[in-house]
């Protein structure tokens, strides 16, 4: 059973940065693609950004520029840096876990709040 587990979120200022971090375990990570979504209040979860086990990511056009994904195989972690926060980038974000087999169901972390103050 996959288990993620997301670190790293809090209060910034707009103009500022974070870094989320997730943790995977329970199955091999490198048949995983790995994402980050957010919801912010009233809204439907989107996504924010994907990498592939061999390091090809996709980002949201809303965070292009702004924000990075990156895997590390050994360590089995994704991290999602996140530069020039906007007000706009609040909200819950989760870590999700997709077989590239497609294999059903995929997993997702517990999440974790980023607030950006203006």
């Known amino acids: 059973q996959v288990q993620l587990v997301e670190s790293g979120g809090g209060l910034v200022q707009r103009g500022g940065s974070l870094a989320l971090s997730c943790a995977f375990s329970g199955s091999t990570f490198a048949f995983y693609a790995m994402g980050w979504y957010r919801q912010a209040p009233g809204q439907q979860r989107e996504l924010v950004a994907t990498i592939r086990p061999g390091g090809s990511t996709n980002f949201a056009d809303s965070v292009k520029g702004r924000f990075t994904i990156s895997r590390d195989n050994p360590k089995t972690t994704v991290v999602l840096q996140m530069n020039n926060l906007k007000p706009d980038d609040t909200g819950v974000y989760y870590c999700?876990?997709?077989?590239?087999?497609?294999?059903?169901?995929?997993?997702w972390g517990q999440g974790t709040q980023v607030t950006v103050s203006s």
């Open positions: 999700n876990a997709e077989s590239i087999f497609g294999i059903r169901p995929s997993y």
